[in-house]
């Protein structure tokens, strides 16, 4: 059974730093993409970043986020991390990873297996 689970969230000031993680249990990550998406109360669910089976990353981040978003993977620990850094009150949500196979999409509706998420709050 896949799973996803999503850990790092939280509070943090302007300016600050976050790693979220997803751990993902029931398939490898040389299989899968994963990506991260996040959702603020009363907005569409957007993308974020993506990681391709063969570790190709894409960025779906707006211009206004340009650079503050990295992520990475580790086969051994079979987890996807995003970094965030310089974090603005604009990017308080909920952030969710998703998997489909092999290849990233920007598009949320195409991923059928999704974290619980993790309420990341960027405030003073």
């Known amino acids: 059974q896949l799973q996803l689970v999503e850990s790092g969230g939280g509070l943090v000031q302007p300016g600050g730093s976050l790693r979220l993680s997803c751990s993902v249990s029931g398939f490898t990550l040389d299989d899968w993409a994963i990506a991260w998406f996040r959702q603020a109360p009363g907005k569409e669910r957007e993308g974020i970043s993506c990681?391709?089976?063969?570790?190709?990353?894409?960025?779906y981040t707006r211009r206004s986020a340009k650079g503050r978003f990295t992520i990475s993977r580790d086969l051994a620990k079979n987890t996807v991390d995003l970094q965030i850094n310089n974090l603005k009150p604009e990017d308080t949500a909920v952030y969710y990873c998703?998997?489909?196979?092999?290849?990233?999409?920007?598009?949320?509706?195409?991923?059928?297996?999704w974290g619980q998420g993790t309420q990341v709050t960027v405030s003073s």
């Open positions: 998703a998997a489909e196979r092999t290849l990233c999409y920007s598009d949320y509706e195409v991923y059928d297996h």
């Open positions: 990681i391709s089976n063969r570790s190709g990353s894409v960025d």
